[in-house]
């Protein structure tokens, strides 16, 4: 494999997590020489930034205007590779990563997106609670229904630059969803959006609070990102038509325990009235929350 990879990692406050990444990276199959890693922060605020400093096997650059998707678009202007390959300062990218996403584009140059499999496990003191990991492993980060959609999320994705950057690079005025919209232009410009279950990224599961806080910016970000009068209700639609899905997914796969669906029937509740919460004041004027 004779091309170059950039690998872009966005991070905010996450220099233990950000580090066990680097160091996944840095074990890849591929020789080293071959790829880049490029660290952007995001205004850290907790030392995660003069940790990356210390560090000689990275390009790190910083973009302060807060969102992930400035700090890619950030990374983007200095990369180097033929490939942009995006994934999360908490994930662990598997040691054949890079190789698998790469073996995927030798299969057509039509492909705009290949987009790898998450698998969620539970960290060390990590507090995740059997109902938190129960949901993470059947509602969260499923590439393949995205790609099925045209979708993906850059926890585990690659793309060539040249189609990243004839977009325009991601929408930076959103805190969320600004993947799914790059997938649906790479989509809409007829280049296939592809599924490479080889290509595994580990991911942590997240606790109760964190999935609440998850959902919160996800509402926040579908809110940015509609600009129709309507979009109160088109959104609140779209919440009630996820949590009718969901209660029939629970209440319909038949490897669950009677236990196991009514805790998830229950957390799937209460994050319906996070949700609806979340809306409502993002009505009366709230803004869209970073995390």
């Known amino acids: 494999m004779d091309c ?26 591929i020789d080293r020489s071959h790829y880049e890693i490029i660290i952007a922060d995001n205004g850290s605020e907790d030392g995660t930034f003069e940790f990356l400093s210390s560090l000689r096997n990275i390009i790190l650059v910083q973009e302060c205007a807060p969102g992930s998707y400035a700090a890619r678009n950030k990374a983007l202007q200095v990369a180097k590779g033929e490939f ?54 059947m509602f969260s980060m499923n590439q393949e229904s995205y790609v099925s959609q045209g979708l993906a999320i850059t926890a585990n994705w690659m793309s060539p630059k040249a189609v990243l950057c004839d977009i325009g690079g991601f929408d930076c005025s ?16 007829r280049y296939k959006v592809v599924y490479c279950a080889e290509a595994l990224v580990k991911h942590p599961a997240r606790n109760v609070a964190e999935l609440f806080r998850k959902r919160r910016r996800v509402i926040g970000g579908s809110w940015d990102k509609t600009t129709n ?26 490897k669950l325990r009677f236990y ?32």
């Open 174 to 189: 959103l805190k969320s969803g600004g993947d799914h919209k790059m997938a649906s232009e790479i989509t809409n410009r």
């Open 260 to 291: 196991d669906r009514l805790s998830l029937g229950i957390f799937l509740s209460r994050m319906l009235l996070v949700s609806l919460v979340e809306l409502m004041q993002l009505q009366l004027g709230k803004p869209s929350e970073r995390s």
């Open 4 to 29: 170059f990879v950039s690998v872009i990692v966005p991070v905010w406050n996450d220099a233990r997590r950000v580090e066990r990444c680097i160091a996944a990276l840095e074990n890849q199959s």
């Open 84 to 137: 942009i390959a995006f994934t999360d300062s908490d994930c662990i990218p598997n040691h054949e990563w890079l190789e698998s996403h790469l073996k995927m584009f030798n299969q057509g140059a039509e492909i705009g997106l290949s987009a790898g499999f998450i698998d969620f496990f539970i960290e060390d003191g990590g507090g995740v609670e059997d109902v938190a990991f129960l949901f993470e492993s």
């Open 229 to 254: 009068r309507l979009r109160f209700f088109l959104i609140l639609k779209g919440i009630i038509t996820l949590y009718v899905k969901r209660i029939i997914t629970v209440f319909s796969f038949g």
